[in-house]
């Protein structure tokens, strides 16, 4: 075992450094339970079935190191390319989630892109299914890396911390709530680089999915 691995590490015997709690390591070994028989029964119903498929995908002896489970992307969503920076709508577009992704989300460790895009993209179907047609969720690519750049938080906060963002369609507003903000007596903290990458984003969202 690594002295200081780091999260997402895969390990000599095959396993994942997911977290440390206090002096255990907690790992995700493919092919093996994701939760605790105990931790199962206390999941929702459609998360006790999803694992009961991963694991019956793992006891048919199938090698689940390249693995993925693919998600078909409705023609009406706006799937972010990050490789070529645009939106596309083609009709056969697919992504995928592996089962490191599901260990973070059974887990509540963290939620990775890929099941944050998975939550979108159901939304977007169900919005279509109810025939709400103006509204539209902007896929969480296009609040990566590389539009964000150095988080303009850091001077504030050694590690990292929730912030709440609502976004207002109609009126074409962002509001944002940080733990962060400025308490009585303390120097006023500079939000605007934050404001500005979110409206920025949010002038594209409505551009590329043709919002009024």
């Known amino acids: 075992m690594p002295t200081h691995p ?12 997911v977290d440390r709690r206090f002096s255990q390591f907690l790992l995700f070994h493919l092919g093996q339970p994701m939760v605790s028989q105990d931790d199962l029964y206390l999941l929702p119903r459609e998360m006790q079935e999803l694992h009961e498929k ?5 006891s048919s002896g199938a090698d689940l190191t390249n693995l993925e489970i693919r998600v078909r992307v409705p023609k009406h969503y ?3 390319d990050s490789n070529t920076g645009k939106i596309q709508r083609e009709n056969d ?17 963290c939620l990775d892109n890929a ?14 299914r109810v025939k709400q047609y103006g509204m539209a969720v902007a896929d969480p690519l ?10 303009p938080l850091l001077a504030e906060s050694g590690s990292g911390h929730w912030v709440t963002i609502a976004i ?43 919002m009024p």
């Open 54 to 58: 991963y694991m019956n995908v793992a």
């Open 115 to 128: 099941i944050l895009r998975l939550w979108c993209v159901h939304y977007t179907r169900e919005a279509y």
């Open 168 to 210: 207002y369609l109609d009126l074409g507003g962002v509001t944002y709530f940080d733990p962060l903000r400025r308490k009585e007596n303390e120097p006023q903290c500079d939000f605007d680089p934050i404001k500005n990458v979110i409206d920025s984003a949010y002038r594209d969202a409505v551009k590329w999915y043709a």
């Open 78 to 80: 706006g799937f972010f």
């Open 6 to 17: 780091r999260v997402g590490d895969r390990l000599p015997d095959g396993s994942y450094f």
């Open 93 to 109: 577009i697919t992504f995928g989630i592996d089962f490191l992704d599901l260990f973070h989300l059974f887990n509540r460790k």
């Open 142 to 151: 296009l609040f990566n890396a590389t539009l964000l750049g150095p988080d």
